[in-house]
C-alpha cells in the first residue's frame, strides 16, 4: 500500500473527507482539521523511523508534540474501492507537456 493511501486511509478512519487535488498528483483536499492532518503525519513519521529531532528545531518540536488523536492506518473500504477502480480503468502515460489518460480493456 502506498505512503498516500495510507494517509487517505487515516483520514478517512478518523471520519472526515479526503480527495485528491487536481493541481498534483500527490496532493490532498480534505475538510480534517489541520491538528488531525499533523496528528496522522506524526504518528506516520514516527511508525516508519523517524528520529526524534533537537527539541528546539521546528522537526523535534512537531514530533515531540502529543497527539490528541489515535492514527488508525488501516486501509479504508473507499481507499481500496478508488484503488481497484483507478488501477483496472485507467493507465497514465506521461507523453511529453500533457497527461494522456488511456482505457484499459
Known sequence: MSPL??????ILNAGYQVSLAH???KSIKTNAPPSVV???MRRWALDNGAKLREPDTVAGALL???????????????QLWISM???SLLTQNLTGPKLELVVNG
Open 23 to 25: 493541481v498534483c498528483p
Open 5 to 10: 493511501t495510507t494517509f487517505r486511509s487515516a
Open 38 to 40: 499533523w496528528d496522522v
Open 85 to 87: 477502480f483507478l488501477g
Open 64 to 78: 515531540r508534540k502529543e497527539s490528541t488523536l489515535q492514527a488508525d492506518f488501516t486501509l479504508h473500504p473507499w
